[in-house]
C-alpha cells in the first residue's frame, strides 16, 4: 500500500512557473512507475508526464512537452513537476499517481494503482 501527498499548487498568471511535489510512502519508490495527471472541470483525466525513476526515463503530453519537467529524488521518496510558461488551458486539478510495474511508462489513467488528492493549479490570462 502506497499514500502520495502533492503539495504546490496554486493560483499564478500566464507564464509563470509552479513545481509540485509528491512525497510517496512505502518501499521500492525508484522502482516503479510514478505519473502526473490533470483534470480539469468537465474534462477526463489526462496524462501529463510520468518517470520510471530506477533509470530517470521520461514521458510527456505534447501539450506540456518543452515546458513541464518531471523528475524524481529516491532519498526523499519525492516526485516533482517542474511547470514552467504556464497557460490557462494548464488549470486544473493535478494528481500524483504510483503503478505496480516498473515498464513501460502509462498514459492511461486506468494503469495505476496509488493516487494522490490532488492540488489545485489555477492560471490567471
Known amino acids: 500500500q502506497k499514500q502520495l501527498v502533492e503539495s504546490g499548487g496554486g493560483l499564478v498568471q500566464t507564464g509563470d512557473s509552479l513545481r509540485l511535489s509528491c512525497v510517496a510512502s512505502?518501499?521500492?519508490?525508484?522502482?516503479?512507475?510514478m505519473g502526473w495527471f490533470r483534470q480539469a472541470p468537465g474534462k477526463e483525466r489526462e496524462f501529463v508526464a510520468g518517470?520510471?525513476?530506477?533509470?530517470?526515463?521520461?514521458s510527456y503530453a505534447a501539450s506540456v512537452k518543452g515546458r513541464f519537467t518531471i523528475s524524481s529524488d529516491n532519498n526523499k521518496n519525492t516526485v516533482y513537476l517542474q511547470m514552467n510558461s504556464l497557460k490557462p488551458e494548464d488549470a486544473a486539478v493535478y494528481f500524483c499517481a504510483c503503478a505496480t510495474f516498473s515498464w513501460p511508462i502509462a498514459t492511461s489513467a486506468s494503469s495505476y494503482r496509488y493516487w494522490g488528492q490532488g492540488t489545485q493549479v489555477t492560471v490567471s490570462s
Open positions: 512505502g518501499d521500492n519508490f525508484g522502482y516503479y512507475v
Open positions: 518517470i520510471r525513476g530506477s533509470s530517470a526515463t521520461t
